[in-house]
């Protein structure tokens, strides 16, 4: 089975066009679709193709462009995926992979690096290996007191990753427009996913994370993009 009929990538953007089109043109070459939802002043112009949705949604929240967002989805797993992030192509396939074999399991991540662009420079750093390595040897659960437990102890947020889509619409139904706490947010996000099952993290690269905007800048725990 081809595994890029199986997840859609669904981004939130806000007022970063350069990370956008930065992020676009890396995808540009996968078979599945990509859904943009991005609040910004002003519009983007992508061309158009068969598989990049772009909505421009002015001033919308970043909860209410999940929602729109999901409702143009029509793929059993959907990567949820910030604008200055780049998940690794084999990484995606692979938890896409283990998704649809492990029907108990509701998300799928891997290790991330975070990465600072200095001049031409590239400077790489790998992002909390001891925490990660805890992560791995943990074992699934039946039990969701178990799963949100195990989600805390050690703390992971696991928003920006590959999700079955069925949970996380169950997600974006509950009404928490009123969060305006980034940190506050990926808790609840995290415990809410626990409840519905385990969260698998795989050993194998997942995504390279920008420590550093090149867009514009936002207060570090505002989530209104």
């Not at 043109?25 to 519009?43: A, F, G, Q, R, W």
């Not at 385990?198 to 209104?224: H, I, M, S, Y």
Request: with cysteine; net charge neutral.
């Amino acid at each position: 089975m081809e595994m890029d009929s199986l997840y859609t990538i669904l981004i939130p953007s806000h007022n970063r066009p350069f990370d956008l089109n930065r992020l676009v043109n890396y995808y540009s070459k996968l078979k599945c679709e990509i859904i943009v939802c991005d609040s910004s002043d002003k519009p983007l112009d992508y061309p158009d193709t068969s598989n990049l949705v772009y909505m421009y949604l002015n001033g919308v929240s970043f909860f209410n462009k999940l929602k729109k967002g999901l409702a143009a989805v029509q793929t059993p797993y959907v990567l949820l995926h910030p604008d200055d992030d780049f998940v690794s192509i084999i990484g995606l396939r692979k938890a896409a992979t283990f998704l649809h074999e492990n029907s108990n399991f509701v998300s799928v991540m891997g290790q991330s690096i975070g990465f600072v662009i200095n001049n031409k420079d590239v400077n790489l750093m790998l992002r909390n290996s001891d925490q990660y390595l805890t992560l791995l040897k943990m074992k699934p659960s039946d039990s969701s007191t178990v799963r949100m437990h195990n989600s805390l102890t050690p703390y992971s947020q696991t928003v920006w990753t590959l999700h079955r889509t069925e949970v996380l619409r169950r997600f974006v139904h509950a009404d928490i427009t009123w969060f305006k706490s980034a940190c506050l947010y990926e808790r609840f996000f995290s415990l809410f996913f626990a409840i519905h099952g385990n969260t698998k993290f795989l050993p194998v690269f997942f995504c390279a994370r920008q420590l550093e905007n090149t867009g514009d800048v936002r207060k570090e725990d505002e989530f209104n993009y």
